[in-house]
């Protein structure tokens, strides 16, 4: 598993960086890395390239998922905090009301104290041989606490404490009704969106990360996919004609049938990538006679080539 660490410095970037400069290092560091960018005759520093390049998608999708779950968790918290804020200020009085109700208490319980004193003098027998037996003196009344003391006069919890006893509360009752850990977890959310026939006909769609979705039979034609992240995206008889698919990342991705007419594919990476039958008359995929999509692996059997030919 990458390192946060790790990651910021495989894009050369200081700890904490933006989520902003993150996509901008990836960028300028894939145009100085990508293996098509390299000779293929210098064996040796083509290898390298195509490490760095996967450490840079290592690197870049890690830093994504981790600042969007930052991201998250502070929107999530704002509320709470405003909240605390607003019923601290309005439980607690201000300094010189509290400093004069104790000064009030202490002279009151004084004052107590003088007339017990007092009453106690006043009934004592003047001689133990004549006088009859003293009465027994009644106990004043104590003097009465001051209003903090009293259980019910404590200020209410603040919505922070409240949030942190309901999730620790929620937290016990999952651990008690979970499943057994030999019984593998289940999840109501499917492990693959499914996305397919959508219509996002030239939808912006630059830097999402949609690998692994289901868009088969999807139309994106006219779609800006720039820089997207489409890793065993499923895109078999999709519509990409005149996409925008430049420094997109479709490793291993299914491509079957598509129809890529006239598509932008500068400097893409279709490494391992499903493209039988896909249509790519009129597509953008080099500089002249050079084409500079990465085809490594990748299936081209009956893939129209951009020159109208099929590939065998």
């Known amino acids: ?13 200081r700890v904490g960086a933006s989520l902003e400069e993150v996509n901008q290092a990836y960028k300028d560091l894939v145009f100085v890395w990508h293996p098509d960018r390299i000779p293929e005759s210098r064996d040796r520093l083509h290898q390298k390239a195509i490490i760095k390049l996967q450490e840079l998608n290592a690197a870049r999708e890690y830093l994504q998922a981790y600042l969007q ?7 999530a918290r704002r509320p709470a905090q405003r909240a605390a804020a607003g019923q601290a200020s309005a439980s607690s009085p201000p300094p ?12 009151s319980q004084s004052q107590s104290a003088k007339n017990f004193r007092q009453r106690t003098k006043s009934t004592q027998p003047p001689s133990r041989s004549s006088a ?13 606490q001051p209003p903090s003391s009293s259980p019910s006069s404590q200020p209410p919890d603040s919505a922070a404490k409240r949030a942190a006893k309901r999730w620790r509360t929620g937290r016990a009752a999952s651990k008690q009704t979970s499943a057994p850990a030999t019984q593998p977890a289940t999840s109501s959310r499917p492990l693959t969106p499914d996305h397919s026939g959508v219509d996002w006909h030239g939808a912006d769609l630059q830097e999402r990360d949609l690998s692994g979705r289901n868009l088969s039979q999807a139309n994106l034609a006219h779609a800006n996919l720039k820089d997207a992240f489409l890793h065993k ?13 430049t420094r997109a990342n479709l490793l291993q991705a299914n491509l079957t049938h598509a129809n890529l007419r006239g598509a932008n594919l500068a400097c ?4 391992g990538a499903d493209l039988r039958g896909a249509d790519f008359t009129g597509a953008n995929m080099g500089i002249g006679k050079k084409v500079i999509v990465k085809l490594t692996g990748a299936n081209l059997s009956g893939a129209i080539m951009p020159n109208g030919t099929i590939h065998t």
């Open 233 to 245: 995206v499923n895109l078999s008889g999709a519509n990409l004609a005149h996409a925008n698919l």
């Open 132 to 144: 009859p037996p003293p009465k027994k003196p009644v106990a004043p009344t104590p003097p009465s």
């Open 96 to 107: 010189k009301q509290t400093q004069r109700a104790s000064r009030a208490s202490r002279a």
């Open 1 to 13: 598993m990458p390192n946060l660490n790790e990651c910021y410095r495989t894009l050369e970037l």
């Open 69 to 75: 779950r930052r991201q998250n968790l502070r929107s």
């Open 268 to 271: 893409a990476d279709l490494s």
